[in-house]
């Protein structure tokens, strides 16, 4: 049996971030990546499609971003820096296979562990992530060499990695 | 090559700083290397949030420079080459749109498991009906003052005296008055957030910032005391202090409002959202009737020769009195709405109503104010016997003075007369009289029409 729209917008809702983050890989700017989650939204609500099941509205979104990440490229012609499609869904097939925690546990596990990082290390994140600025413009604004803000975006997620997993496991122990 | 120097390169490749043969060498990394693809996914998913949640902060720390309107994106410094361009909407799907915010409201509910925490408190509350649903679906009774509020909690004031006055966990406030309807939620962060889908809402932000959605906009303070009233095609905000952010929902376009302006968010209007100075307060109102649909309540029937205007009451049941159901036929007519300025009720005001009754009745006309450009200050009534005069055909035209009307609740802190404040909103019923009640026309004049 098919699931109804709000089973449908439940589960995109669901896999917002990941969704995002998959629209994210391909055009590489958060707010382009946001305006496809809603056009993806918007289009499951509006084409004359159907699921049968969760695992089907996650295909397909993934696969509906990253054909509108794509078109966005070439109109902005930006295509060069693209992944190849098979890597894209390699990376997709990833994220439909991992168990997922709730996107809100996500968000709130990692809004906890920002607040733990320096203030100078989330402007960085700010800079690179809200206002668009690449590394270069980032270091320039920071008084910083290119190559140790390379570095720091780097160690920042990876510690940022495991603040998450840890805090998600430890909901999870406790619920 | 090392994990430090997997990551490195990746995070070189999402700057875009890869010459074709690193690139080869990323996309090989890629393909083989599951944890390489695991931390690329991290960065992606840590990306997006983190814009979110600065978007959020950002709305927060908005500065003023005088009154001028200032939009969220002026404040910061566009870069040249920044990359924020906006996809082309889909101008069709505009009452799609609306729909799927309305899917989204009812998502939210079922996403995220109902928390245990209160969300408000009841502050104060009066009129004859307040219908309170949990999120159960359930009718909760026997509410009062002082009572706690869970998440998931849908309020409607239905009867033309009823209002609300909440005081939210997050430290804000907010006041509801006749025939709104508020629901009650918690975001995915945890943090307090309303959903007015009608009516009028007064809110003093405090604390965390406080999000209202209505149907078409969705409004964001910390620090602001502001007025909003909303349909199902149009939704009005007027700031009185602080600054409260606006953002359409059709198109995301977002505005900051400052004190003393005001927007109005619609679906049928794509044109830029900007925020404008509050007109100077007017003592004269003209409801629009059909010009302004959002603005009256009621039902409307076909217009006549004689009357092309016909607003019917709406049936409302209230619930049980003394052992038996009882309905009020209502209509209402708000100001904001109407698109006037602030009306203010002088002390030679007169409403004048013009109306028809299929045989008499007790008809009762009551007034919505508030301080001028402030909060809810009241409602007022007074009441017409059943041997008021009638023509033959039942028509009838009544002019009610403001400085007779009297408190429809006892309650301290609001004035015995209404002369002074502002006008929100007219009412006119009957109580458990079904008289075919209707409205042709709804004023406000600065004195009375005959000396």
């Not at chain 1, 690449?134 to 390379?150: D, K, P, T």
């Amino acid at each position: 049996m098919s699931l109804n729209e709000q089973e449908v917008l439940q589960t995109l809702m669901n896999w917002r971030s990941r969704i995002s983050a998959a629209a994210w890989l391909v055009v590489h700017d958060t707010h382009t990546a946001e305006d496809i989650f809603q056009n993806v939204a918007l289009k499951a609500m509006t084409k004359d499609v159907t699921f049968d099941s969760e695992a089907a509205v996650r295909s397909w979104a993934f696969i509906t971003a990253r054909r509108e990440g794509i078109d966005w490229l070439r109109k902005h012609k930006h295509e060069k820096n693209c992944l190849d499609d098979s890597i894209l869904e390699i990376l997709e097939n990833d994220w439909v296979c991992e168990p997922a925690a709730a996107s809100g546990l996500r968000v709130e596990a990692l809004r906890e562990c920002l607040d733990s990082v320096p203030e100078n290390s989330r402007r960085l994140l700010r800079l690179r992530y809200f206002e668009g600025y690449s590394c270069e413009e980032a270091a320039n604004q920071l008084g910083a060499g290119l190559n140790a803000v390379y570095k720091r975006v780097s160690r920042l997620h990876q510690s940022l990695k495991t603040c998450i997993e840890t805090r998600i496991e430890r909901a999870g122990e406790t619920s | 090559m090392s994990e430090e120097q997997k990551q490195d390169l990746l995070i070189r490749y999402l700057d875009e700083d890869l010459n074709p043969e690193e690139l080869k060498l990323v996309s090989e990394l890629l393909r083989t290397d599951a944890g390489a693809r695991d931390f690329l996914r991290s960065v992606a998913e840590q990306a997006v949030t983190i814009a979110d949640i600065e978007g959020t902060e950002a709305d927060r720390i908005v500065e003023l420079n005088g009154a001028r309107p200032v939009r969220v994106s002026d404040r910061f410094a566009p870069v040249d080459h920044k990359k924020v361009i906006r996809l082309e909407t889909f101008k069709w799907a505009l009452p799609l749109a609306a729909m799927l915010i309305l899917l989204f409201g009812a998502v939210m509910f079922s996403l995220f498991p109902e928390s245990k925490r209160d969300v408000a408190t009841i502050r104060a509350m009066g009129g004859d009906s307040i219908e309170w649903i949990g999120s159960d679906g359930k009718i909760i009774h026997d509410l009062k003052v002082g009572d706690s509020l869970a998440a998931g909690l849908n309020v409607r004031t239905l009867s033309g005296n009823a209002w609300l006055a909440l005081d939210l966990r997050s430290g804000s406030t907010v006041i509801i008055t006749s025939q709104s309807q508020l629901s009650t939620y918690e975001t995915g962060d945890g943090e307090v957030a309303l959903r007015l889908l009608e009516g009028n809402l007064w809110g003093t932000a405090k604390g965390k910032p406080l999000p209202i959605s209505t149907p078409t906009a969705e409004f964001i303070s910390s620090d602001g005391e502001f007025h909003i009233e909303t349909g199902q095609t149009s939704s009005i905000l007027r700031v009185y202090e602080g600054v409260v952010g606006a953002i359409r929902l059709t198109d995301r376009e977002r505005v900051n409002v400052p004190a003393n302006q005001q927007i109005s968010v619609s679906l049928n209007n794509p044109r830029r959202l900007i925020a404008a100075q509050q007109p100077d307060p007017v003592n004269y109102w003209n409801c629009g009737m059909l010009e302004c649909p959002d603005a009256v309540v009621g039902v409307w029937a076909r217009g006549s020769a004689k009357e092309p205007v016909r607003l019917k009451a709406k049936p409302v049941p209230i619930g049980v009195r003394n052992g038996a159901p009882m309905t009020i036929y209502l209509s209402l007519f708000r100001v904001a709405s109407s698109g006037s300025p602030s009306v203010l009720l002088e002390s030679d005001s007169v409403i004048r109503i013009r109306g028809r009754t299929s045989a008499e009745a007790k008809i009762r006309f009551g007034v919505v104010t508030q301080k001028m450009h402030g909060l809810f200050a009241g409602k007022y009534r007074t009441r017409l016997d059943e041997d008021f005069e009638r023509s033959e055909d039942g028509s009838w035209t009544v002019e009610l003075p403001v400085a007779e009307m009297g408190l429809l609740d006892r309650v301290d802190h609001f004035e015995k007369s209404p002369v002074g404040s502002q006008l929100n909103s007219i009412m006119v019923y009957t109580v458990d009289q079904d008289v075919e009640l209707e409205i042709h026309q709804v004023e406000l004049l600065p004195h009375p029409s005959k000396n």
